[in-house]
């Protein structure tokens, strides 16, 4: 168990580009969630997969985000035409199911879009 | 949605001191998480406790859920403990998975 991993550490990118992230899992989790962090505040919730299937998206993700696990394994969260107020910290989690424990995080993703 | 109220919003001890930390919530939960969020930004899990109390070393919890609230008790504080820590609920009227984070409480413990 190597924790959950997630690619890249950070991001630079120009208004306008499109970016995609990475994040892979416990590989005994069945469940994935995404959360985005701003300064001085706590994580918000994104999205969430049960094994393969994307059951949950929120509000805050605009048509311009998209999210995939493919096979219930590693997801993808790709942001497309990034804009200045997209730069946060994305956060990648998983767990067994709501009551059999907690969950664990990746390190994050910093995008930073100038 | 579900209200998360973290106190105090920031502390600052001298090492080997003693704190609490307080979370509140303003409906039933059945899933309750402590984190640390240390100074590079990796959430460290520190307790998953819906209710009653736990203790990991220096660190404990205690969640009344009947009440709606929760403790997280710091005893002999080193520097490495410094960092952001965050309380998390998911409600147990709504959803299954979603967690709901308060905006924590900054720790700077000063050698």
């Known amino acids: 168990d190597t924790g959950v991993s997630q690619n890249p550490r950070h991001k630079i990118t120009k208004r306008g580009q499109n970016v995609t992230f990475r994040c892979d899992p416990i590989?005994?989790?069945?469940?994935l969630y995404w959360y985005r962090q701003t300064l001085g505040q706590g994580p918000e919730f994104l999205t969430y997969?049960?094994?393969?299937?994307?059951?949950?998206k929120s509000r805050l993700l605009s048509d311009r985000f998209s999210a995939e696990r493919p096979k219930g394994s590693f997801s993808t969260l790709e942001i497309q035409r990034t804009e200045q107020g997209d730069s946060a910290m994305y956060l990648c989690?998983?767990?067994?199911?709501?009551?059999?424990?907690?969950?664990?995080f990746g390190s994050g993703t910093r995008l930073t879009v100038v | 949605g579900i209200q998360v109220e973290q106190s105090p919003p920031d502390l600052i001890l001298q090492e080997g001191a003693n704190s609490t930390l307080r979370c509140n919530f303003s409906d039933s939960v059945n899933n309750l998480q402590w984190f640390h969020q240390n100074p590079w930004g990796q959430l460290i899990n520190l307790f998953y406790?819906?209710?009653g109390t736990k203790q990991n070393g220096r660190l404990s919890a205690t969640t009344v859920a009947t009440e709606r609230y929760s403790l997280l008790y710091i005893s002999s504080s080193q520097t490495t403990d410094s960092g952001v820590y965050f309380c998390?609920?998911?409600?147990?009227?709504?959803?299954?998975?979603?967690?709901?984070f308060g905006k924590g409480t900054l720790l700077t413990v000063n050698p």
């Open positions: 406790i819906p209710s």
């Open positions: 998390a609920v998911m409600n147990s009227g709504g959803s299954n998975y979603k967690l709901t």
């Open positions: 997969f049960q094994n393969e299937a994307q059951l949950e």
């Open positions: 989690a998983s767990s067994f199911d709501w009551d059999r424990g907690g969950y664990t």
């Open positions: 590989s005994e989790h069945n469940r």
